[in-house]
Each structure stands twice: as C-alpha cells, then as structure tokens.
C-alpha cells in the first residue's frame, strides 16, 4: 500500500529564514513523487518532482527536494522565504501497478511573517 | 493557451438532488483525473481516465458517484442523491501523453459544491 505523511500541518518561518517541509511516503517500489502549491484562491501548481533521474530536485521558485531512500522521505526545502512563498503544500506519490491512483498527503501551510 | 476548466465554479443544491460537475481539460491531453478536497483537508483521489476509458474506479466514495468522459476531452463527474458529506471542492486535472507515474497534473480551478 502507499501513503504520504506530511509530518507538519503547519510552519511558520520569519522571511529570509531556512524552510523545511517534511514528507514521508511509504510505497513496495520506487515511487514517483512531487511537491505542488496551492496559494489562496489560486490552483495548485507543481513545484517540482523525483522520477528516479537523480535524487536531488531542484524547482521553480528556488525550491528543491531531495529523495532519500534509506529514511523514505521527501522533504522540500528553500534556503531563504519570501513573503509570497506562504501557501499550502502538498507531497504527493503516484502508483501506475495495478490501477493508477494519486496519493495526496494531508498538506502543510507556510506562513511567512515579516 | 487555455488551461483546464471546469463549470460551475460554485454550485448550491438541496440534500437528494443530483448534480454535474463539468472538466475541460488542456486540449491535447489523454489523461484526466478528478479530485475531491474538503475543507482543512488533503485531496482525495476519485477517478482517473486515459483517452475515454477509467482504469481504475476504486477511488469514487459511493456507488452515487460516477464520471464519464467522450471524444477523450470533456468529462462529467455526476453526483446522485446528494448527501451534505459531498459538500467540498471538486478538482479536475488533466496530464499530457506519456508515462503519467512522472507526468505533471495541470490543475482546474475547481467547482465548489454545498449541498444544504
């Protein structure tokens, strides 16, 4: 079975700070996995996604990711927040054996303070 | 170009009325997929098509819930009986050809759905 965890309903960081999302999925084989943004009243966009081709992601918006087998995880990172980064994002993993499924984690809000 | 659309953008119904939710996707794209989000919650996954045929289904929540999708363009997601638990945001996403594990969903703006 696959899942997503996203270990943080929420994150709040000062502008100009490090940020760290975290995700950890489950899956029986190497998963296609993706990071999207969904800002208020806008639709999601993706941010960047591993297909096995190397295990660090880079993205748009300065945001990267970097797939670790051995700890299963997922995690986004930007080494400086901006103001406008404050949004929710979700990791996602696909599944193409046995039927296609879109797994969603659970979502986590960045919040951005001045 | 355009994106993906979806009618109505917002659609108010009374407990046991059915409804359509209509998806547009990006012209040329064989795959569409239809979500549902509640409100403080994740996506959850409904239904997936390639060209006109869904794969797998497994996804719908009750048998009130069924989709459809012609000509390998528009779809309906059709919701009988409507029930308060489907109130929520529809979302419609479609992907080019090619392996859809590694292929980026280009998302509609969703239709919200409150069912009184």
């Known amino acids: 079975a696959q899942s997503v965890t996203q270990l943080d309903s929420h994150v709040s960081v000062s502008e100009g700070t490090p940020v760290l999302l975290r995700c950890n999925y489950s899956?029986?084989?190497?998963?296609?996995l993706f990071w999207y943004v969904q800002h208020p009243n806008k639709g999601l966009q993706l941010l960047l996604k591993y297909t096995s081709a190397a295990t660090l992601v880079k993205g748009i918006n300065g945001f990267e990711a970097e797939f670790k087998k051995s700890e299963t995880s997922f995690h986004l990172t930007k080494p400086s927040a901006h103001m406008s980064d404050a949004a929710e994002y979700f990791c996602?993993?696909?599944?193409?054996?046995?039927?296609?499924?879109?797994?969603f984690g659970a979502g986590t809000r960045l919040f951005v303070k001045a | 170009g355009a994106g993906v659309s979806q009618s109505p953008s917002n659609k108010v119904t009374e407990k046991g009325k059915d409804v359509e939710l209509r998806c547009d996707p990006i012209s040329g794209h064989t795959a569409l997929y239809w979500y549902r989000q509640s409100l403080g919650q994740g996506l959850e996954f409904l239904i997936y098509f390639q060209g006109n045929s869904a794969p797998d289904k497994s996804g719908l929540p009750s048998d009130r819930f069924s989709a459809e999708r012609t000509g390998g363009s528009v779809s309906t997601l059709t919701i009988q009986r409507t029930q308060q638990e489907d109130s929520a945001v529809y979302l419609c996403?479609?992907?080019?050809?090619?392996?859809?594990?590694?292929?980026?969903?280009?998302f509609g703006p969703g239709t919200r759905l409150t069912v009184l």
């Open positions: 996602v993993v696909t599944k193409n054996t046995g039927g296609f499924k879109t797994i």
């Open positions: 996403a479609s992907s080019p050809p090619g392996l859809n594990n590694y292929n980026e969903q280009f």
């Open positions: 899956s029986s084989y190497s998963p296609s």
